[in-house]
């Protein structure tokens, strides 16, 4: 079993940063695929429901609406992930949630199909 927890959350003004990390137990996650997703408040909470917003296996990728402003990496020392995001709208206030698994195919494709996540951190950003 793998736990994830994620932390670095808070609230920020428009134009700022924030680092999120996800720190995994249990098991090495080096080789996992390990992704970040966020759902905005007041949406119904489901998996399927989860905005796509990173991930890293071998290689990364990002979604749409934060390329260029996110960066995801890992410290596999650490066995933690990290988001670091810059430049935040205030539509990046969301709840972010991070998740692992064996497959990166998984990760892009069928999220909720994932077989670890975490319990989330709140992000605000303010106007």
């Known amino acids: 079993q793998v736990q994830l927890v994620e932390s670095g959350g808070g609230l920020v003004q428009t134009g700022g940063s924030l680092r999120l990390s996800c720190a995994a137990s249990g098991r090495d996650i080096s080789t996992y695929a390990v992704g970040w997703f966020r759902q905005a408040p007041g949406e119904e909470r489901d998996l399927k429901g989860r905005?796509?917003?990173?991930?890293?296996?071998?290689?990364?990728y990002y979604g749409d609406a934060v390329k260029g402003r996110f960066t995801i990496s890992r410290d596999n020392a650490k066995n933690t992930v990290y988001l670091q995001m810059n430049n935040l709208k205030p539509e990046d206030s969301a709840d972010y949630y991070c998740a692992a698994d064996s497959s990166i195919v998984i990760m892009t494709g069928a999220p909720w199909e994932n077989d670890y996540w975490g319990q989330g951190t709140q992000v605000t950003v303010s106007s």
């Open positions: 905005e796509f917003v990173a991930a890293i296996s071998g290689s990364t």
